[in-house]
C-alpha cells in the first residue's frame, strides 16, 4: 500500500532525515586512506544513538552493521570490516538510514578516497546529477516512472549504465514501503504521485555494463563486470509545492538547485 503522510508526519521524516544529512556529512569528513570501514560504521553508530535515534539497517533481515559501506565495485550493501582499509583512489558509497520518533531516513552519498582519475569523478558528479534531476520529477500530479526516466536519461548520455536489479522505494513509517522506484523505463507509467508520498530515489549507476551479481555473504552486490559503482540517494517528499528533499542539507540543496532546474 502506498502511504501519504500529514504534515505533521513529514516534519517527523524531515527530523529523521537531517540527524542523517548530519551523520553523513561527518563520514564523508572522514573518508581518508588508512581508514577501516568498521571505523566509519562505529562513528555512525555510535552518532546516531547520541541524537536519540535508531540504526534502521542493523538487524533489519539480519544485516550486521549500522552502514553499508560499498567500495569501488561494490554496488551496495556491503557490510563494514576492520579489515577493510580504504586507499588512495578507491571509491566509496555510505549507505545509511535512521529510525527517529517512528519515522525513517534513508540517504546514501559515493565519496572519493584521496584522489581519483577524472573519468571516476565524472561518475560520481553525473550520478549525483541524475539523483537531482530524478527529484525535480517527483511531483504532484507526474508518475513515478518520471522519476527514473530522468535517471537513465542522463546518466546513459555520459556513457554509463543503470543497475536494474535494486530499485528506490517508498519510506516513512517502514522502512521500505510501495511504490519501488527504479531507475529507468517509459516516462508516463506506474502509480500517480499524490501530497505526501515520500519516496527514497536512489540511482544506482555503473561505469561499465549494468548487470551486477551478490557474493556468497548475501549481501554485497558488486558489477558483474567489475567496473566501478557510484549511488546517492535522499528522502523526497512529494508536496503541493514541489519536491523536497528531506535528507539534503541546505547546502546541498544550494549548489543542486541548478541542476534541478533543467526539468522544472
Same mark, same amino acid.
Given at each position: ?170 519510506? #516513512?513509517?517502514? +522502512?521500505?514501503? @510501495? !511504490?519501488? =522506484?527504479?531507475?529507468? &523505463? ?5 502509480? $500517480?504521485?499524490?501530497? #505526501?508520498?515520500? +519516496?527514497?530515489? @536512489? !540511482?544506482? =549507476?555503473?561505469?561499465? &555494463? ?5 557474493? $556468497? ?48
Amino acid at each position: 500500500m502506498i502511504v501519504q503522510l500529514s504534515a505533521r508526519e513529514l516534519d517527523r521524516v524531515r527530523a529523521a532525515s537531517q540527524v542523517l544529512a548530519g551523520i553523513l556529512e561527518e563520514l564523508r569528513a572522514m573518508v581518508r586512506p588508512g581508514i577501516t570501514t568498521a571505523d566509519l560504521d562505529a562513528h555512525a553508530e555510535a552518532r546516531v544513538r547520541a541524537e536519540g535515534g535508531v540504526p534502521a539497517f542493523k538487524g533489519y533481515r539480519g544485516f550486521p552493521a549500522t552502514l553499508c559501506t560499498s567500495v569501488n565495485s561494490e554496488v551496495i550493501h556491503g557490510i563494514p570490516s576492520p579489515t577493510r582499509v580504504l586507499r588512495d583512489g578507491d571509491i566509496i558509497s555510505i549507505d545509511m538510514g535512521v529510525k527517529l520518533d517512528g519515522f525513517f531516513g534513508d540517504a546514501a552519498i559515493t565519496v572519493p578516497v584521496g584522489r581519483v582519475p577524472e573519468s571516476v569523478a565524472t561518475l560520481l558528479r553525473v550520478t549525483h546529477e541524475a539523483l537531482w534531476l530524478a527529484i525535480a520529477r517527483a511531483r504532484v500530479g507526474g508518475r513515478v516512472s518520471d522519476i527514473g526516466h530522468a535517471v537513465q536519461v542522463h546518466v546513459e548520455a555520459a556513457g554509463f549504465s543503470v543497475v536494474r536489479e535494486f530499485v528506490g522505494h517508498g519510506v #516513512g513509517p517502514s +522502512l521500505h514501503t @510501495e !511504490p519501488q =522506484v527504479p531507475n529507468y &523505463g517509459a516516462p508516463g507509467r506506474g502509480p $500517480r504521485l499524490k501530497e #505526501g508520498m515520500v +519516496l527514497a530515489i @536512489e !540511482p544506482m =549507476v555503473n561505469m561499465g &555494463g549494468p548487470a551486477v551479481k551478490v557474493l $556468497r555473504d548475501g549481501w554485497t552486490a558488486v558489477t558483474a563486470d567489475g567496473s566501478l559503482s557510484a549511488h546517492f540517494e535522499h528522502t523526497v517528499a512529494v508536496t503541493a509545492d514541489g519536491p523536497v528533499a528531506l535528507s539534503a542539507s541546505s547546502s546541498e540543496r544550494d549548489a543542486s538547485a541548478a541542476v534541478a532546474s533543467r526539468t522544472a
